[in-house]
């Protein structure tokens, strides 16, 4: 017989199982593998429901807003009124039959080109130069970079505006004591569309390369070492070094910096509309500028909400096609 200390309570719990009907106790089954996993899976999204919900919030629903819209004959008399019609496509056939629209989408186009190619270029060249020269001066030239960026482009334009104003700009008075273009003491910028443009082009490119030379340095400085004296013991001069050895390390960089310059200098409002307000004329008046008159001073916010559209839809081309040809051509993201 086995000793009853070990046998009675085995017995004991059988017996009550019986006189219960033959039900057994549940047992805890603990959770399977693949369960567990999916609870893991799903705590990042739970976290960053928040998030996704204010950012639909904020970007989506505008947007939807802005198409729905276009579609409309929204005007000065629906924000007093709230009524308004749904039109279709009408906004779209008057806009694409507008001679100012692709007056202002040519302008863009070519103003962006010539913004971009100022600001990289120019961007490039401070990088390069601050990998040049000794820890001190790389320290100071990041502060004033620093600080030129932190700049609200508002504040900066309104600084800009007093720099060439007529009469008593420091610009203007810069010229006229070097003499080279005679008395422009009384020379307004905003009066000629070639020099309306340079002082709108010299602004947006003072305010575009801090950003990009500061990003390009960043990138500049982990360029192995190795790679440059290996083309200098080869024989090759500075400027084939820079450009067969780091151009090579700084295209992914450089790939994102054009992007984003074409996507912030396509939409350039500011600075245009506080220097020269579109003109003389609409010589200086871009897209942005064209919407902003379209819909908040002629009050055609439908129509307005149609040129943003399109402006969009564009510029999302414009940039497929870039990183497209860029793909094909081998380039590394």
Same mark, same amino acid.
């Given at each position: 017989?086995?000793?009853?200390?070990?046998?009675?309570?085995?017995?004991?719990?059988?017996?009550?199982?019986a006189?219960s009907?033959?039900?057994?106790?549940?047992?805890?089954?603990?959770?399977? #593998?693949?369960? *567990? %996993?999916? $609870?893991?899976?799903?705590?990042?999204? @739970?976290? &960053?429901?928040? !998030?996704?919900?204010?950012l639909?919030?904020?970007?989506?629903v505008?947007i939807?807003?802005?198409?729905?819209?276009?579609f409309?004959?929204?005007?000065?008399?629906?924000?007093?009124?709230?009524?308004?019609?749904?039109?279709?496509?009408?906004?779209?056939?008057?806009?694409?039959?507008?001679?100012?629209?692709?007056?202002?989408?040519?302008?863009?186009?070519?103003?962006?080109?010539a913004?971009?190619?100022?600001?990289?270029?120019?961007?490039?060249?401070?990088?390069?130069?601050?990998? #040049?020269?000794? *820890? %001190?001066? $790389?320290?100071?030239?990041?502060?004033? @970079?620093? &600080?030129?960026? !932190?700049?609200?482009?508002?504040?900066?334009s309104?600084?800009?505006?007093?720099l060439?104003?007529?009469?008593?700009g420091?610009?203007?008075?810069?010229?006229?004591?070097?003499?080279?273009?005679?008395?422009?003491?009384d020379?307004?910028?905003?009066e000629d569309?070639a020099?309306?443009?340079?002082a709108?082009?010299?602004?947006?490119?003072?305010?575009?390369?801090?950003?990009?030379?500061?990003?390009?340095n960043?990138?500049?400085?982990?360029v192995?070492a190795?790679?440059?004296?290996?083309?200098?013991?080869?024989?090759?001069?500075?400027?084939?070094?820079?450009?067969?050895?780091?151009l090579?390390?700084?295209?992914?960089?450089?790939?994102?910096?054009?992007?984003?310059?074409?996507?912030?200098?396509?939409?350039?409002?500011?600075q245009?509309?506080l220097?020269?307000?579109?003109g003389?004329?609409?010589?200086?008046?871009?897209?942005g500028?064209?919407?902003?008159?379209?819909?908040?001073?002629?009050?055609d916010?439908?129509?307005?909400?149609?040129?943003s559209?399109?402006?969009?839809?564009?510029?999302?081309?414009?940039?497929?096609?870039?990183?497209?040809?860029?793909?094909r051509?081998?380039?590394?993201?």
């Open positions: 017989m086995a000793p009853v200390g070990t046998t009675a309570p085995r017995r004991a719990s059988a017996t009550a199982g006189g009907g033959g039900a057994t106790a549940p047992t805890a089954v603990p959770p399977s #593998r693949a369960a *567990r %996993a999916r $609870r893991r899976d799903r705590a990042p999204l @739970l976290l &960053l429901l928040p !998030a996704g919900l204010v639909t919030g904020v970007t989506v505008p939807g807003f802005l198409v729905f819209t276009s409309t004959d929204y005007d000065q008399r629906t924000l007093f009124t709230g009524a308004y019609s749904v039109v279709g496509l009408q906004q779209y056939v008057t806009l694409l039959g507008d001679e100012e629209f692709w007056a202002s989408l040519v302008r863009t186009v070519l103003f962006t080109a913004m971009v190619a100022g600001s990289v270029v120019i961007g490039m060249g401070v990088s390069h130069l601050m990998t #040049r020269v000794g *820890r %001190a001066w $790389r320290y100071a030239m990041t502060v004033v @970079l620093i &600080l030129a960026w !932190a700049m609200p482009n508002v504040a900066s309104l600084v800009w505006n007093w060439f104003q007529p009469g008593y420091v610009v203007n008075w810069l010229l006229a004591q070097l003499g080279v273009f005679g008395d422009t003491t020379l307004n910028w905003a569309p020099l309306a443009y340079t709108i082009w010299l602004l947006i490119v003072w305010q575009a390369v801090p950003f990009i030379a500061l990003t390009l960043a990138a500049e400085t982990q192995p190795e790679h440059q004296e290996a083309a200098r013991l080869d024989g090759a001069g500075e400027l084939l070094v820079y450009r067969a050895v780091t090579v390390f700084l295209r992914p960089t450089l790939l994102l910096i054009t992007i984003l310059s074409v996507i912030w200098d396509y939409n350039v409002f500011n245009i509309w220097v020269s307000r579109g003389p004329g609409d010589s200086t008046s871009t897209l500028v064209f919407t902003y008159v379209t819909a908040f001073v002629g009050f916010i439908g129509l307005g909400a149609a040129i559209v399109v402006t969009t839809l564009l510029l999302l081309a414009m940039t497929a096609v870039y990183i497209r040809s860029l793909l051509a081998g380039e590394d993201l």
